[in-house]
C-alpha cells in the first residue's frame, strides 16, 4: 500500500509542475513580443514646416558684345561670384520629400578688355521646388530634385542706359543633407537654373559720349551652395 501511495504523489507532483511549465510563457517570447509593440508604439514623424539661408558660389552664363565707333568686342567668361538666398516650405510626413519657396539673388560682371567697358548683371530668381529624399531615415541623405519659377535680370552700368528682361525659369538641384537634431539640417548642393535667354540690344554712352551698341543673353546660372534649414 505504502509503495502504491508513493508513486501517487510522485505522479501528481509532476502533473503539476507540467501544467505550470505550459501556463508559464517563455522569456525569450515575452521579450520579442514587447519589442515588436514597443516599435510598433513610436509615432512617426508629421509633415512640418521650415525655414532656410543659402549661399555659396554662383556662375551665370553670358554672351555680351559692345560695338563702339564700328569695332565689336566680345565680353570675357564671367567669374563666379557670391549669392545667398531664403526657403520657406515644410517637409512631407517622415521627411521623405519636401515642397518650397526660393528666392536667390546672384550677379556677375560683363567685361571687354580691349575697350575698358564693363557693368554688372543681377539676377532675381524666384521658384517654386520639390526634392526627395533616398536615406530620409538616416542622419546623411542624399537627395535630388526640381524647380520652375520666374526670373528678372537686369545691368547696372554707368551708361546711362540698361537692359531689363525677364521669364520664366526651370532647372534640378541635388545634394546631401545632415539632420544635426530634430530641427537643424545642413545641406551641401548644386543647383543649375535656365535664365531667359532672348539676346537684347541696348544702347548707351561713355565718359566721352560716345555711343554704344550693347547685346546680351543670359544663358543660365550654376551654383554651389551650403544652407541650413530649421524645422518648426
Not at 514587447?34 to 512617426?44: F, L, R, S, V
Not at 554688372?120 to 526640381?146: E, I, M, R
Not at 543673353?217 to 551650403?226: A, D, E, K, M
Request: hydrophobic residues 35%; glycine residues 10%; charged residues 15%.
Amino acid at each position: 500500500m505504502v509503495p502504491f501511495a508513493s508513486a501517487l504523489l510522485v505522479g501528481c507532483l509532476f502533473s503539476v509542475g507540467a501544467q505550470a511549465n505550459l501556463a508559464q510563457p517563455s522569456t525569450a517570447g515575452t521579450a520579442v513580443a514587447g519589442t515588436e509593440q514597443q516599435a510598433d508604439a513610436e509615432p512617426k514623424e508629421d509633415s512640418r514646416y521650415f525655414l532656410g539661408l543659402r549661399g555659396g558660389v554662383s556662375l551665370m552664363g553670358l554672351n555680351d558684345k559692345a560695338t563702339v565707333s564700328g569695332q565689336t568686342e566680345t565680353a570675357k567668361d564671367a567669374d563666379g561670384n557670391g549669392f545667398w538666398g531664403i526657403d520657406f516650405g515644410y517637409y512631407t510626413p517622415e521627411g521623405r520629400s519636401r515642397i518650397y519657396y526660393s528666392f536667390e539673388r546672384h550677379q556677375s560682371d560683363s567685361q571687354f578688355p580691349s575697350s575698358g567697358l564693363s557693368y554688372q548683371n543681377q539676377a532675381n530668381l524666384h521658384l517654386l521646388g520639390t526634392d526627395y529624399f533616398f536615406l530620409y531615415h538616416k542622419d546623411f541623405s542624399p537627395y535630388v530634385g526640381l524647380h520652375l519659377g520666374y526670373a528678372s535680370v537686369k545691368s547696372n552700368s554707368d551708361y546711362q542706359h540698361d537692359y531689363d528682361v525677364s521669364g520664366v525659369i526651370f532647372g534640378m538641384q541635388t545634394g546631401l543633407a545632415w539632420r544635426v537634431s530634430s530641427d537643424m539640417t545642413l545641406e551641401a548642393g548644386f543647383r543649375h537654373s535656365m535664365l531667359p535667354s532672348k539676346m537684347t540690344n541696348w544702347q548707351g554712352k561713355d565718359a566721352q559720349g560716345n555711343s554704344i551698341e550693347f547685346q546680351s543673353q543670359q544663358r543660365g546660372v550654376s551654383s554651389l551652395f551650403l544652407a541650413a534649414n530649421y524645422r518648426y
